[in-house]
């Protein structure tokens, strides 16, 4: 009867979806034919009207064409600008005032106006496909604008629906005989045996071992039977020894449980401890208590008691039925409750109004974490009845402190954002209100200023950018790389700075320093960045200092990789020793403590994150007054070296 059933499924189907496709192809195709057609036709005629400016008579060309058929839903004739000035059935006002809405017909994105032909698309409305064309109108090569013609669904269309609504139900038909003759087979040939195997099942299910089924058949139905005594015969035998697999299998649980990295904790209905994972007990200090078999509110964190408290016994309650009859008599209250109490409820509450799973989230007090807490109802096999519940416990605190530090970071890029877009706006507002009452100096001091917190903007936007890459997972191809042409070229770009400052720049390279393992881009950043600070920080007579040497005495090496030492020195203000860690932060800038507004803050983050990716540190000293120094290692490269 399967077989059957599904052969003339397929077949039926089949032939439907055959029939539609084809009723639809063929359609298609013809509507787009009889629309390009029709377009071609009505341009023709109505172009020299249009450019002639004869709205009267291109007005009774269009209305006469429109009337002799009803293949056409919607005419519109559009200027080159797009501006619809005449349509059937829209009509166009004949007296244009402040109020008289333009309309503007959109035109597809592969329509080409100066094509020859027309461009058709179709699209579904409530009434059945249309056959859009959009037709260009050209009058001695001249574009005059675009024709768009409705077409209406072709009558196919509706007829393949109606075929297709009579093999549907043909096939529903036919499946439904199929299953009905089956069931009249099943009711007189199977019906008594599976009784009987019902009857047996039951038992079985009751713990009686000693039932049998003694009928005369053969077939697939006899071998069932014959199974299903084997069966009894086997559970009667292997009763104690099931009883022991199932010992053993509740002893894996546990183990599975004890193992796993988040905390577990199952209670009865009784709110009694049952089984708790060794994670658990760490989170909650229960290491050294014993508290199976103690009311498990008794010994949780006071703040997690309140939440858990009122949802823990609602889902204890007992009987499920009862909980959902409580559940649904409690709603019409429910509803009357203030706003702000709903939203404090747990999301199954808002939604199902059961509560067979709850999730909180808690800050402890005590042991400074953030902890989720899921709650799941334990039902029994025929998921009636509550046995217990299943508390799982995920210390979520880095995942708090990540997200705190994201929205630090959100909130810190849009206060650096604020204060040159403010800046920038009310100088050009000065300049557009009141340029004409400046003087060409202060003209040219508001633009000046108006430029530099531009590029003040464009720097902080391009660090922002940079960080975000580098603190991404992209990884960045390492070579050889010669620091000559890297210190050569950060010398060049900051050189005429430094003389401005009256401070001197200057490089100490060891000779024939051979090549080291990194990116030239990004090594070229760090020394711009560091020297950079280095100029903004030191006064006038001052020196910036660019050092690279190979390190020579083993004692000096962690790594069996001949290494390549880079320094960069400066005798700024130096920094004071609480801010050496920060300084590597995004947005601190130590320019705070000295009242200066240059900087971003993000330069130093930028360099840590770029010697993280060489798989290097960066290190710092400095004293306050004397100047300071940075420098990080990197390996010397070699052909084997592998490159990350």
Known sequence: MA??????????????????????????????????????????????????????????????????????????????????????????????????????????????????????????????????????????????????????????????????????????????????????????????????????????????????????????????????????????????????????????LETLVATIADGAVLIDTDMQIILVNPTARRIFNWENKD?????????????LTVKLTKSLYQMGSGDRQTQLNNANEATTDSNNEDADNSENLPESHSKSHFPTRDEFRVALSQSQHTIRVLLNQVLDRDRETVKGIAMTVQDITREVELNEAKNQFISNVSHELRTPLFNIKSFIETLFEYGEDLTEVQRKEFLETANNETDRLTRLVNDVLD????????????????????????????????????????????????????????????????????????????????????????????????????????????????DKEAIFQRFFRVENRVHTLEGTGLGLSIVKNIIDKHNSRIYIESEVGVGTSFWFDLPIYQEKTVNN
Do not use: C
């Open 291 to 303: 508290v199976i078999g103690e009311n498990v509110l008794h010994h949780l964190p006071t703040e």
């Open 3 to 252: 077989a059957a059933t599904l052969v003339v499924s397929l077949v039926m189907s089949g032939l439907t979806f055959w029939a539609v496709n084809t009723i639809q192809q063929d359609a298609r195709m013809n509507d787009n034919r009889f629309g390009s057609d029709l377009g071609l036709l009505l341009a023709a005629n109505a172009a020299p009207m249009v450019a002639e400016n004869d709205l009267s008579g291109l007005a009774r060309f269009s209305g006469r064409f429109f009337r002799s058929t009803s293949s056409v839903r919607y005419i519109l004739y559009a200027d080159v600008e797009g501006s619809i000035f005449f349509g059937i059935p829209y009509s166009h006002a004949e007296i244009q005032n402040s109020l008289t809405i333009k309309r503007r017909i959109q035109l597809p994105d592969d329509y080409v106006p100066d094509s020859d032909l027309p461009f058709i698309r179709q699209h579904l409305t409530p009434n059945g496909q249309v056959t859009d064309v959009f037709v260009p109108l050209h009058q001695q090569h001249q574009y005059l604008g675009v024709l768009a013609i409705g077409i209406n669904p072709n009558p196919t269309i509706v007829a393949s629906s109606n075929l297709t609504r009579d093999v549907t139900i043909s096939v529903f038909i036919t499946i439904w005989a199929m299953v009905v003759l089956g069931n009249v087979f099943n009711a007189l040939m199977i019906t008594r045996p599976i009784t009987e195997l019902l009857v047996g099942v039951r038992n079985i299910a009751a713990k009686n071992f000693k039932q049998r089924i003694d009928l005369p058949l053969r077939g697939e139905l006899g071998e069932l039977i014959a199974s299903f005594n084997d069966m009894a015969e086997r559970l009667e035998t292997y009763e104690e020894q099931n009883i022991e697999e199932l010992t053993a299998e509740k002893a894996k």
């Open 467 to 578: 960080l975000s890459r580098l603190e991404s997972s992209q990884t960045y191809h390492l070579q050889g790389v010669h620091l000559n042409q890297t210190v050569e070229q950060t010398l060049r770009t900051y050189q005429l700075n430094a003389k401005d400052k009256g401070i001197s720049l200057e490089k100490e390279i060891e000779a024939d320093l051979p090549p080291v393992v990194g990116h030239y881009d990004l090594l070229l950043q760090v020394f711009a960045n560091l020297v950079g600070n280095g100029l903004k920080f030191t006064k006038p007579g001052g020196k910036v200092i660019i050092k690279a040497y190979q390190l020579q005495s083993t004692s000096e090496l962690s790594s069996p990789i001949p290494l390549v030492r880079i320094e960069v020195k400066d005798t700024g203000i130096g920094i004071a020793p609480e």
